[in-house]
């Protein structure tokens, strides 16, 4: 591992090693020349593949002939800003520390500064991290109206690093938390970037919608039904580890009861639902399009299903607000009875009215009869009975 240039007398030795370190003498007729070389190691744990949130964890190692120096270590990041580290153990000749949790963003070329003020010492140890991972956030909510398409989609930072070995993953849906979990994609990317994806059974109808160049794992839901909202986590497995990324997908329906046309002078109630809780910050909206400023009712504080009770025909709008912006709007047109509609329904309510009088007419009217006639009959039982009484008397006359 070593040779010798002659001609300006260099020593020249590579793939160095801890165990090179020392003072190397150069012996010219009786001249000599001591150096002393001083060699450090740094090592990354995974070989410096990592996925999203792992913790990386760096060892520093020295050797030198002279009494090792007290360092001090400082580390820059692929954007050249400063990271302080957890020291975790130092001696004079092994110092570890672990970083925070990386992010995606962290990929590239990190830098470590290697400092001693005696011996003076001041090297830069340049070094490699890979970090795959998804660039959407650690917990999405998508809101979706029902009988919508929505695509979920999360992108993967596999394009921006050269990752050396394929990985696997999968894409579950579950209702709630505690609830199980149905397998809707099977995917694996190969260490040149393509992805293959293989669609598995499910309760509702999915596609996989045709991808950019860059690395998306999307599912399409062409029509949303309320019962389809719930998680949707996305699985990245690499080497036996995994990360993982979430969607909520959140669903509004409206209804009205009831759901014909209003009527002059009569009530009808609309309801907005959401599928899902709501954030602090979030609340539902009920209002008139182009109605007066008391057209409307909010929501309180974690309501989930909001009713109001209108009088007047209109297009109605629920929207969801959050952060004082609309995420989604979902319209109820309620119409007017036609005036024809009304009339019937005003004769109805007539005719209804006068033939219950009449039904009570007659009633009245036969309850009379029926009293008088058994008046009339008691009156001719009590005739009979006063004959029979008297009949003895009028013979003996």
């Keep these: 591992r070593a040779d010798i240039k002659m001609e300006n007398k260099q020593l020249r030795v590579w793939n160095l090693k801890l165990s090179d370190a020392g003072i190397y003498t150069c012996k010219y007729g009786s001249h000599e020349v001591h150096t002393s070389l001083h060699i450090f ?6 070989d410096g593949h990592f996925l999203q949130n792992e913790v990386p964890e760096l060892i520093l190692m020295q050797n030198s002939p002279s009494p090792l120096p007290d360092l001090s270590i400082t580390l820059f990041n692929s954007n050249n ?8 153990n130092k ?8 970083l925070k949790k990386l992010e995606p963003t962290d990929s590239g070329t990190w830098l470590c500064q290697v400092h001693s003020d005696s011996p003076l010492i001041n090297q830069n140890i340049s070094f490699a991290l890979k970090v795959l991972g998804f660039q959407n956030p650690g917990l999405e909510r998508k809101y979706a109206t029902a009988d919508s398409t929505v695509i979920l989609s999360w992108h993967l930072n596999s394009q921006k690093i050269q990752w050396r070995a394929g990985f696997t993953g999968q894409l579950n849906w579950r209702q709630q938390e505690a609830a199980n979990a149905h397998e809707l994609l099977d995917f694996n990317v190969t260490p040149q970037g393509q992805l293959h994806e293989t ?11 045709e991808r950019e160049a860059e690395i998306i794992i999307e599912v399409k839901l062409p029509t949303v039904h309320f019962n389809h909202s719930g998680q949707y986590q996305c699985q990245l497995e690499y080497q036996g580890r995994h990360v993982q990324s979430k969607i909520e997908l959140v669903v509004m329906k409206v209804s009205a009861n009831p759901d014909g046309p209003l009527s002059r002078g009569a009530n009808m109630t609309l309801t907005c639902q959401v599928s899902g809780p709501l954030p602090p910050n979030a609340y539902l909206r009920w209002e008139r399009v182009n109605g007066t400023n008391m057209d409307f009712k909010n929501s309180r504080q974690h309501e989930v299903k909001l009713e109001v009770n209108i009088s007047a025909a209109g297009l109605w709008s629920c929207h969801l607000i959050e952060d004082n912006d609309r995420k989604i709007s979902l319209h109820y047109h309620v119409e007017e009875a036609p005036v024809w509609n009304n009339y019937v329904i005003i004769g109805a309510s007539v005719g209804g009215s006068l033939l219950m009088f009449a039904l009570g007419c007659l009633c009245i009217i036969s309850g009379i009869s029926w009293h008088r006639k058994m008046q009339r009959t008691k009156r001719m ?3 009979r009975q006063y004959l029979l009484e008297n009949k003895t008397c009028q013979c003996q006359q």
């Design 381 to 383: 039982a009590q005739a």
């Design 81 to 88: 800003n400063r990271v302080t580290p957890e020291l975790q």
């Design 91 to 98: 001696t004079h000749q092994k110092y570890t520390v672990n």
């Design 199 to 209: 669609k598995k059974s499910s309760n509702f109808l999915v596609e996989i919608p």
């Design 41 to 46: 190691k740094l090592t990354v744990s995974l």
